[in-house]
C-alpha cells in the first residue's frame, strides 16, 4: 500500500467510526485524490462522490462557483477553492468536503501565482470552511502527488480534530 492509500485508509477508518461521508471537487489533480480514496477496499461506506471540475464551466455548473468569483480571483485562489468545497457539500450527501485547484505545470504559471502553487480547501457541513494556498516544488506529477497527500492531511487533521471535540 502507498503512502496515498495509507492516508486514505486511516481517514476513511475515521470517517467510518463516526458515521460521516467525505465528497470532493478536483482540479488541477484530476481525481487523484478520488482514486487513492476507492483504492481502499470497503470505502463505499464512507466516500460519497468525486467531482473533477478542471475547466471554469465546469466548477460553475457542477458546483455552483460563482462566475464572479473566478473573474476576480481566478480558478487557482482560495476564494474559489472554497466556493468549489461548498459546492461539493451542496451537491452531495458528504459530512466533509475537501478541494484542490492550482498549477501544476509545466506551463500556466504567473508571477503572482508560479507553477506549484496550489489551493485548498477543507469543510464540514455546517461548521464552515478553511482554505489554504500551498506552493509545491517538481514536475507537474510532483506537484500533484503533493498536492493530494496535503489535502489528505488536512483531511484526517480536521476530522480527527472533530472527533476530540465530539
Given amino acids: 500500500m502507498n503512502e496515498l492509500e495509507t492516508l486514505s485508509e486511516r481517514l476513511g477508518t475515521t470517517l467510518l467510526a463516526r458515521g460521516e461521508w467525505l465528497a470532493a471537487a478536483e482540479?488541477?489533480?484530476?481525481?487523484?485524490?478520488?482514486?487513492?480514496?476507492?483504492?481502499?477496499?470497503?470505502?463505499?461506506?464512507?466516500?460519497?462522490?468525486?467531482f473533477v471540475t478542471y475547466s471554469n464551466a465546469a466548477k460553475v455548473e457542477m458546483l455552483g462557483v460563482p462566475e464572479t468569483t473566478l473573474e476576480r480571483h481566478g480558478a487557482v485562489s482560495e476564494a474559489t477553492a472554497r466556493a468549489m468545497a461548498q459546492g461539493v457539500l451542496r451537491n452531495s450527501r458528504a459530512d466533509w468536503a475537501v478541494a484542490i485547484t492550482g498549477i501544476a505545470g509545466p506551463s500556466g504559471g504567473s508571477p503572482d501565482k508560479p507553477v506549484g502553487t496550489?489551493?485548498?480547501a477543507w469543510a464540514q457541513k455546517d461548521k464552515g470552511c478553511e482554505a489554504q494556498v500551498c506552493q509545491f516544488a517538481g514536475d507537474r506529477a510532483a506537484v500533484r502527488e503533493q498536492s493530494v497527500r496535503h489535502a489528505l492531511n488536512g483531511l484526517l487533521k480536521r476530522v480527527m480534530a472533530a472527533s476530540m471535540l465530539a
Fill in 118 to 120: 496550489v489551493c485548498f
Fill in 27 to 50: 482540479s488541477c489533480t484530476g481525481g487523484w485524490l478520488a482514486q487513492s480514496v476507492t483504492a481502499i477496499a470497503g470505502s463505499s461506506t464512507w466516500f460519497d462522490r468525486g
